[in-house]
């Protein structure tokens, strides 16, 4: 929402308040609870979702991100579980959190092998699989992965400077080409 976080929030709540048992909405206002260090909300938020969508593929993926970096059996069984169901035309988040999850795992040989098929089908990424590709290049400590990934995204702007704020990228934060993607993709007078 251009940067406007609590104006986002708001908008969420009272689109939950409209329609409770929206799915998307549970987990687009659990996103915004991961970026400010709220994780366990946004997980009970992703809890929330597939009670409403048992075979939500993108629920269990973002759940998988969203937890402690010290839940790793957790991240790792709702990856597999996102990539179980997700549909075969669409594999892209799932794969790409089954990865994340495999390098938090140790299991570097099949997540980098998992995240080059992932990062190969796709040449200008829609902005929630960027997202999720360029999250499992910054968990594997892949500075230059991460930000071609994330030059790739289309469209670029406010969302992707959101995306950018997200706790996974603190590891390359300070790279002076993620500082240039966040400074050109600043919507203007964003929240803090």
């Given at each position: 929402m251009g940067?406007?976080?609590?104006?986002?929030?708001?908008?969420?709540?009272?689109?939950?308040?409209?329609?409770?048992?929206?799915?998307?909405?549970?987990?687009?206002?659990?996103?915004?609870?991961?970026?400010?260090?709220r994780d366990r909300e946004a997980r009970e938020l992703c809890d929330s979702a597939i009670a409403l969508v048992p075979d939500a593929a993108w629920a269990y993926a973002r759940r998988s991100l969203w937890r402690p970096r010290s839940d790793i059996a957790g991240a790792l069984s709702d990856a597999q579980t996102a990539a179980r169901l997700a549909p075969a035309d669409y594999p892209i988040e799932a794969e790409a959190a089954l990865a994340a999850a495999e390098f938090r795992n140790g299991d570097t040989t099949s997540?980098?092998?998992?995240?080059a098929r992932v990062a190969g089908t796709f040449t200008t990424g829609g902005s929630q699989g960027t997202y999720f590709v360029s999250i499992a290049f910054a968990?594997?400590?892949?500075?230059?992965?991460?930000?071609?990934?994330?030059?790739?995204?289309?469209?670029?702007?406010?969302?992707?400077?959101?995306?950018?704020?997200?706790?996974?990228?603190?590891?390359?934060?300070?790279?002076?080409?993620?500082?240039?993607?966040?400074?050109?993709?600043?919507?203007?007078?964003?929240?803090?």
């Open positions: 940067g406007r976080d609590s104006s986002a929030e708001a908008m969420y709540r009272r689109a939950l308040a409209l329609e409770p048992e929206r799915p998307i909405t549970l987990v687009t206002l659990g996103f915004s609870r991961h970026l400010h260090g997540a980098r092998a998992r995240l968990i594997a400590g892949d500075a230059d992965g991460a930000i071609a990934t994330l030059k790739r995204m289309m469209p670029q702007g406010a969302f992707q400077w959101r995306i950018m704020r997200d706790p996974w990228f603190d590891g390359i934060r300070d790279d002076p080409r993620f500082r240039a993607l966040v400074e050109a993709s600043r919507p203007p007078n964003p929240e803090h």
